[in-house]
Antibody, heavy 116, light 110 residues
């Protein structure tokens, strides 16, 4: 059974930083594209970033480029999202997902709230 | 890039069929066959229902089917059940390793 478990969310002030983690079991992240998708309260889904299976290429939605960094640790079979220079509009549930063009597996999400 | 366009709501009675639309552009939906559909039950994570326009992951009932014509993709739910009431999101590969989602359609089973 594939499981993706996010952690690291919380309340942070504007301009602050957070690091989200995604622990994966039942699937080797070195074999799959992995990504982060977010959902603002009461809003739709938004793709945030993805990372190639070998970790050599990373891509971001324009609104987070230069502020967020996606990474992975294949030894721990885990993926991360470093969130810097956070803004109010970054408030959302962040989901860890597998896949590039279709997301077969999803975590339960972790809530990031940016507020003073 | 703008989000894909989905009607905010749709409804149907148990046993009926309903078709949800997802409109993009020639740079995304109309450019490839990487259209997916997700079902999100209230308070839950989304679940993949359709990928590559027409394919169903294991375990998804064949009451769910996908299609595409030009820049518009569609999800048809046949034989509606009350448990199908949920938000449905489409997504499409948009080139340059980007993925676009639609704004979502809230399906109500009357």
């Amino acid at each position: 059974e594939v499981q993706l478990v996010e952690s690291g969310g919380g309340l942070v002030q504007p301009g602050g930083s957070l690091r989200l983690s995604c622990a994966v079991s039942g699937l080797s992240i070195s074999d799959y594209w992995m990504a982060w998708v977010r959902q603002a309260p009461g809003k739709g889904l938004e793709w945030v970033a993805n990372i190639k299976p070998d970790g050599t290429e990373k891509f971001y939605v324009d609104s987070v480029e230069g502020r967020f960094t996606i990474s992975k640790d294949t030894a721990k079979n885990s993926m991360y999202l470093q969130l810097d220079s956070l803004r109010g509009e970054d408030t959302a549930v962040y989901f860890c997902v597998s896949g590039k063009t279709a997301h077969f597996f999803w975590g339960q999400g972790t809530l990031v709230t940016v507020s003073s | 890039q703008s989000a894909l366009t989905q009607p905010p709501s749709a409804s149907g009675s148990p046993g009926q069929s309903v078709t949800l639309s997802c409109t993009g552009t020639s740079s995304d939906v109309g450019d490839n066959n990487y259209v997916s559909w997700y079902q999100q039950l209230s308070g839950k994570a989304p679940k993949l229902m359709i990928y590559e326009v027409t394919k169903r992951p294991a375990g998804v009932p064949d009451r769910f089917s996908g299609s595409k014509s030009g820049n518009t993709a569609s999800l048809t739910v046949s034989g509606l059940l009350t448990e199908d009431e949920a938000d449905y999101y489409c997504s499409s590969y948009a080139g340059n390793n980007n993925v676009l989602f639609g704004g979502g359609t809230k399906l109500t089973v009357l």
